[in-house]
T-cell receptor
Framework: GENVEQHPSTLSVQEGDSAVIKCTYS??????FPWYKQELGKRPQLIID?????GEKKDQRIAVTLNKTAKHFSLHITETQPEDSAVYFC??????????FGKGTSLLVTP | EADIYQTPRYLVIGTGKKITLECSQT?????MYWYQQDPGMELHLIHY???????EKGDLSSESTVSRIRTEHFPLTLESARPSHTSQYLC???????????FGQGTRLTVV
């Protein structure tokens, strides 16, 4: 089955700096790659997603890049703010299968 | 408002009790899932369903069972709760095709 690896497990940045979280996947048939943000005590919520026919997608301060050949995708957060502090999960899926999540990255943005 | 609802939000029960965690969605989704998550930790898929009368076990071995008699309802049952079942249980749903999954608020279960 699909195996999603996520790094780093923890990340601490200063407010205003950029943060990058990387994920790799094993199944070349995977074609959907969402990113979820989970704040303390809350449910995971989608922040951005990308499909395999696109190499990059941006939404204000967040962007996701996908390299299908290398089977990896990354989340980029620019101009980080304290409210960006949360656990971020990447995931991958292919038609007919459930989402497979990475183990999560705990991001701390310090003022 | 279309959403996915889980009850109860918090539950403390004794070892050996039978419990059912409820999950209902008003989004018209065909696919539903149960994930087990310790706070802030990895999301483990324990059960999923792609439609009525369809259920499958996920990657994480679980002593729970599920049923899908109605499209909007996907309850999870533990026949005999143990302390090792203490965790948060998140229900999710998604539409057909490759789309995002929407999560419920979760049930925080403690077995004493």
């Amino acid at each position: 089955g699909e195996n999603v690896e996520q790094h780093p497990s923890t990340l601490s940045v200063q407010e205003g700096d950029s943060a990058v979280i990387k994920c790799t996947y094993s199944d070349s048939a995977s074609n959907y790659f969402p990113w979820y943000k989970q704040e303390l005590g809350k449910r995971p919520q989608l922040i951005i997603d990308i499909r395999s026919n696109v190499g990059e997608k941006k939404d204000q301060r967040i962007a996701v890049t996908l390299n299908k050949t290398a089977k990896h995708f990354s989340l980029h957060i620019t101009e980080t703010q304290p409210e960006d502090s949360a656990v971020y999960f990447c995931a991958a899926s292919k038609p007919g299968y459930a989402l497979n999540f990475g183990k999560g990255t705990s991001l701390l943005v310090t003022p | 408002e279309a959403d996915i609802y889980q009850t109860p939000r918090y539950l403390v029960i004794g070892t050996g009790k039978k419990i059912t965690l409820e999950c209902s969605q008003t989004m018209g989704h065909d696919k539903m899932y149960w994930y087990q998550q310790d706070p802030g930790m990895e999301l483990h898929l324990i059960h999923y369903s792609y439609g009525v009368n369809s259920t499958e076990k996920g990657d994480l071995s679980s002593e729970s069972t599920v049923s899908r008699i109605r499209t909007e309802h996907f309850p999870l049952t533990l026949e005999s709760a143990r302390p090792s079942h203490t965790s948060q249980y998140l229900c999710a749903s998604s539409s057909q095709g490759i789309t995002e999954a929407f999560f419920g608020q979760g049930t925080r279960l403690t077995v004493v």
